[in-house]
């Protein structure tokens, strides 16, 4: 049964949000100086020996290397600019944003953020394909849209998650959570996104990704960007979770979710199997 309004307040109020890391503030306010100082910023990821590597990896991943390989901070930060940057800082702070002494959740969170990552990988790739959508944008809906996952575990430690690596139940899992939690991974993912400064249709992404009806109520508060994100979103987390093993690969583009953001971006199921085919050999190619 659903929380009462009283009682949904009073969980998310419980619920400790990870602040914003103080380095993500620091290059954010460099980044709206009329002439940022990109020595500044690549000092301040130097700095960092665990965001200098977070930095070469995504300047060298699938998603946005070039035809040589990256292997300076000063180039990285050259190369990628400001808002790839900050795509590092969100993926290495986020991943260390929520730590636990317990084997097992370890265990679950170390396949939860390769997920992510995958996720994030493979949404910028496929939003690479597609007209007026923001690959950078694409990849950090991809790294947040499950970050409520972990943040509510620390709330709910007893409660199954296991469902996050997985497609099954993929439309009621946020329904499930809400039944017996009074709030949902996506609710507290919005609230994560919000603090740490996300634009709107981002943060709006995370709030809806579990809602199909954003493809079919055309009421819906959901801007055609958000519905746009959510498309690339469902289809790049079931390539993730191919490419992870979680998933059949015969299975692309065959699930129910599938076909509305299939319709959405304008993509038959035939063309988006051989797309992503080519995108988890790209990721394959890149972790051998």
């Known amino acids: ?17 990870p602040a914003c890391p103080a380095i993500m503030q620091d290059i954010m306010a460099e ?31 699938p998603a946005f290397r070039r035809n040589s390989s990256i292997s300076s901070i000063p180039q990285a ?5 400001l808002k790839k940057i900050m795509l590092a800082v969100n993926a290495l702070y986020l991943r260390n944003s929520v730590s636990t002494s317990d084997p097992a959740v ?21 939003a690479k394909a597609l007209p007026g959508i923001s690959s950078e944008d694409a990849y950090t809906v991809g790294l947040f849209h499950d970050s409520g996952v972990p943040v509510l575990m620390q709330r709910f ?23 017996r939690l009074s709030t949902n991974h996506a609710v507290v993912g919005n609230m994560l996104a919000r603090n740490w400064g996300l634009p709107a249709d981002i943060c709006q992404t995370i709030r809806y990704h579990h809602d199909l009806s954003v493809f079919t109520d055309l009421s819906h508060q ?9 498309a690339v979103l469902i289809l790049a987390e079931h390539m993730a979770s191919v490419f992870m093993g979680f998933e059949e690969e015969g299975a692309m583009g065959q699930l129910p979710a599938h076909a509305h953001a299939l319709h959405h971006i ?23």
Not at 1 to 17: D, P, R, W, Y
């Open 1 to 17: 049964m659903h929380g009462t309004a009283e009682n949904v307040e009073k969980i998310l109020g419980s619920i400790q949000l």
């Open 31 to 61: 980044a709206r100086k009329d002439e940022p100082d990109f020595n500044l910023i690549a000092r301040m990821v130097g700095n960092d020996p665990g965001l200098s590597a977070a930095v070469l990896k995504l300047a060298n991943s």
């Open 77 to 81: 930060v050259s190369v990628l600019g």
């Open 106 to 126: 370890k265990t679950f969170l170390e396949k939860f953020w390769d997920k992510s990552n995958c996720t994030a990988e493979a949404a910028s790739m496929l």
């Open 157 to 179: 430690p007893d409660h199954p998650f296991d469902d996050a690596l997985h497609e099954v139940n993929w439309e009621s899992i946020h329904r499930d959570e809400d039944a």
């Open 222 to 230: 959901a801007s055609n960007m958000v519905r746009s994100f959510i």
């Open 266 to 288: 304008g993509m038959e199921p035939d063309e988006f199997h051989e797309t992503a085919l080519d995108i988890l050999g790209e990721m394959r190619q890149y972790r051998n």
